[in-house]
């Protein structure tokens, strides 16, 4: 049901109530005014009756022309009533014309004691007194039972009115909160289940669905939101995707950057990064640091003789002999350009420098790749120089003159060697 029409029934069922509620409240007012009326005929009929006895009782105490009169003037107000009497039921109807024939034979008992010469005091006249007595008494007594059965109906009619009033209000609140909770539940509740899903979204949070139920507005809304959900789910998926694939190939980016292309060890660029990174280290903490730079013994001749693409194979098995013979891996090496490479030891004095040193020179030497123009040796060698400075030494030395000075010297001295820069 749309919202439209769920707000028209609200509306509609309130004006309902609100029409009972007004034709329930103008029958009980009308009940209550037949009722306020049928107790002042009571309460008339009850006065006119004790006047009528009170005044007969006067007039054998007093018996003058006025009593007389008013008297007839009493008689005729209550046969007034009498005669018109209120609408009654048939309980009441019964007593009020017990009423009537009572005071119809008072008045014609009246009438025998010729009025116009008062009461005389014969046998006769004290009988009819006495028997008028009697009967006005009666109608006293009457109309009191008359109005005691009168205000016992209209004391049990503002009951019922009083009952139905109050079973009519809660018929009503009870509808009108049914009403409400079947509105909050189809709209407010829709809404709210909206309203917190738009807030997880706004929050990067594309798992949350909605609702969908009923076929109002606020429904097509919800669905519409879960589609949106599912679109920016698979949005964000992809996204994520296409980042990962992104960083892995910055990744691989950075790693070609600084790795040389052709023996897949670091090269130069590297190598200077990662140098500054241990000079500071080694500074803050005061250790050593050592580097060797290693040449390949004669190898633009080994290049002209056995061909660029031997030559190529030698970088490589060099390279690769080189990494292997490192003992922590927190040592590095690098290419440093065409046939040198350097190595990085972090913590390390002259002496382990010397000892890598020759772990290095051995391994190559079992290699056994020809070099026939390698002077005396006819296999491919190498020649390193070796710098070492410890901590605050870092700072106004520079490694890798030193370095490469100790390298010159092993060159100098007839290659395959190492030598320490002193």
């Known amino acids: ?78 046969n007034a009533l009498l005669i018109n009497p209120a609408e009654l039921d048939a309980k009441q109807s019964v007593l009020l014309t017990s009423i009537k024939q009572s005071h119809d034979s008072i008045h014609a008992q009246f009438k025998l004691l010729n009025l116009q010469n008062g009461l005389d005091k014969t046998v006769t006249s004290n009988q009819i007194i006495d028997k008028l007595f009697n009967q006005i008494e009666a109608i006293r007594i009457e109309s009191f039972q008359l109005s005691n059965i009168v205000n016992k109906k209209i004391q049990q ?59 109002d507005e606020i429904s097509h809304l919800s669905k519409l939101f879960n589609q949106m959900q599912r679109k920016l789910e698979r949005a964000t998926v992809n996204k994520q995707q296409l980042q ?28 200077i990064n990662r140098l500054a ?18 040449d390949i013994d004669f190898f633009k001749d080994f290049n002209e003789r056995y061909g660029h693409e031997a030559g190529d194979a030698v970088l490589k098995k060099v390279a690769q002999t080189i990494q292997h013979s490192l003992p922590r891996k927190t040592d590095f090496i690098a290419r440093y350009g065409g046939e040198e490479f350097v190595v990085i030891l972090p913590g390390t004095v002259a002496q382990g420098a010397s000892l890598v040193s020759e772990r290095i020179m051995n391994e190559i030497k079992k290699l056994s790749i020809e070099h026939r123009f390698s ?48």
């Open 1 to 78: 049901m749309k919202i439209k029409s769920k707000l028209y029934v609200l509306v509609g069922t309130t004006l309902l109530l609100m029409l009972s509620t007004a034709i329930s409240v103008g029958f009980a007012h009308w009940q209550v005014a037949s009722s306020l009326q049928l107790q002042n005929y009571v309460t008339e009929l009850v006065n006119s009756a004790s006047g009528l006895n009170y005044q007969y009782r006067n007039l054998v105490e007093k018996d003058n022309r006025n009593t007389w009169k008013g008297l007839e003037q009493t008689h005729q107000q209550l």
């Open 375 to 422: 002077a005396d040796h006819n296999i491919v060698s190498v020649s390193i120089g070796i710098a070492s400075q410890k901590g605050r030494k870092l700072v106004k030395e520079n490694l890798l003159e030193q370095v490469q000075q100790a390298m010159q010297q092993a060159k100098n001295n007839g290659r395959n060697q190492y030598k320490v820069f002193k």
């Open 277 to 294: 990174k241990e000079k500071a280290l080694s500074i803050r903490n005061n250790i050593s640091l050592s580097m060797l730079m290693i």
């Open 244 to 271: 990962t694939t992104v960083d892995q190939q910055k990744q691989k980016l950075k790693i070609l950057i600084q790795t040389d292309s052709l023996t897949l060890v670091s090269n130069r660029r590297a190598y």
């Open 157 to 215: 009619t503002l009951n019922t009115r009083l009952l139905w009033a109050l079973l009519i209000t809660v018929f009503i609140g009870l509808l009108l909160t049914l009403i409400s909770i079947w509105i909050y539940k189809g709209v407010i509740s829709s809404l709210t289940d909206l309203f917190r899903g738009f807030t997880t979204s706004s929050n990067g949070d594309y798992d949350y669905s909605v609702t969908e139920s009923g076929s």
